[in-house]
Nanobody
């Protein structure tokens, strides 16, 4: 069964860094676009970053994280990473990894077929 499992969240002070990971298993995800979203209670899931499946993949980022976050993937290890730098308290959320088929790099959660259970990121001021 296809599965995505996030890890690497935690508590960090403002200005610090974290690098959540997403481990994919149960099927080949090398031909899926991969994305990160985040959600805080009472709000919609927010697009954070996405990366295409092909070699030399295109990336895209939400406006609030551009220049601070970097998404990457290692298809040999079935892993996706989100390097988060210069964190601030507004980045606190549950971060979810998703997989989306097709040629388009989606920024809408409805376009993602598979989801992980999420990892909590808390940034203290």
């Amino acid at each position: 069964q296809a599965q995505l499992v996030e890890s690497g969240g935690g508590l960090v002070q403002a200005g610090g860094s974290l690098r959540p990971s997403c481990a994919a298993s149960g099927r080949t995800f090398s031909n899926y676009n991969m994305g990160w979203f985040r959600r805080v209670p009472g709000k919609e899931r927010e697009f954070v970053a996405a990366i295409g499946w092909w070699s030399g993949s295109r990336t895209d980022y939400g406006d609030s994280v551009k220049g601070r976050f970097t998404i990457s993937r290692d298809n040999d290890k079935n892993m996706v990473y989100l390097q988060m730098n210069s964190l601030n308290p507004e980045d606190s959320a549950v971060y979810y990894c998703g997989a989306s088929p097709g040629p388009v790099l989606p920024k809408v959660s409805a376009r993602y077929t598979y989801w992980g259970q999420g990892t909590q990121v808390t940034v203290s001021s």
